[in-house]
């Protein structure tokens, strides 16, 4: 399935660009960027969970954002 993964992390403080960097570690390795916060993955479905639990634990729930949509 194709995923499309869009993030926005806040980097005002160095644990922010920490959070940006693994982030943007993360998506690098496992899709292309098509814009600087917006990435395209082929995963399947034991990928696709994987991927959402780890960028979920990753950011700062009140800082940071992350969305996986779902192309199929």
């Known amino acids: 399935m194709l995923v499309v993964v869009v993030y926005d992390v ?3 403080d160095p644990a922010g660009q920490r959070r940006l960097r693994k982030v943007a570690k993360y ?3 496992h899709g292309m960027r098509v814009q600087d916060s917006v990435f395209e993955c082929s995963v399947d479905n ?5 991927m959402k639990h780890y960028l979920e634990q990753m950011i700062d729930g009140t800082k940071d954002s ?3 949509y ?3």
């Open 70 to 72: 779902n192309l199929g």
């Open 66 to 68: 992350v969305r996986l």
């Open 10 to 12: 806040s980097t005002t």
């Open 27 to 29: 998506c690098v390795a």
């Open 46 to 50: 034991a990928q696709y969970i994987e």
